[in-house]
């Protein structure tokens, strides 16, 4: 089995930080992209940000300049830092990866459980 757990999440004020993580856990031999998404109550999931095994990044237009998505790819882990933060962001914070299972050598997609990030003064 595979997992995805993220955490970081929270209650920030308008302008502030916060900086999430998902590691990839269980039978792995490798990961390939990862990415985050976000839905907002009443709205449907949309990207965020994704990173690719080389670190190749895309970004949402509304989150271009102050989050960044970044991976270790020792640690199956990636980041998302998000800096000037705005109430229009938030929503749940979904981590997702592109998995090769170990036993399989099979390629899957996960999803995260989700995270909760509230932006509010």
């Known amino acids: 089995q595979v997992q995805l757990v993220e955490s970081g999440g929270g209650l920030v004020q308008p302008g502030g930080s916060l900086r999430l993580s998902c590691a990839a856990s269980g039978s792995i031999f490798s990961v390939g992209a990862m990415g985050w998404y976000r839905q907002a109550p009443g709205k449907q999931r949309e990207l965020v940000a994704t990173?690719?095994?080389?670190?190749?990044?895309n970004y949402a237009d509304s989150v271009k300049g102050r989050f960044t998505i970044s991976r270790d790819n020792t640690k199956n882990t990636v980041y998302l830092q998000m800096n000037s933060l705005e109430p229009e962001d938030t929503a749940v914070y979904y981590c997702?990866?592109?998995?090769?299972?170990?036993?399989?050598?099979?390629?899957?997609?996960?999803w995260g459980q989700g995270t909760q990030v509230t932006v509010s003064s």
């Open positions: 997702n990866a592109d998995v090769r299972r170990r036993a399989t050598m099979t390629q899957w997609n996960y």
């Open positions: 990173i690719t095994r080389g670190e190749i990044t």
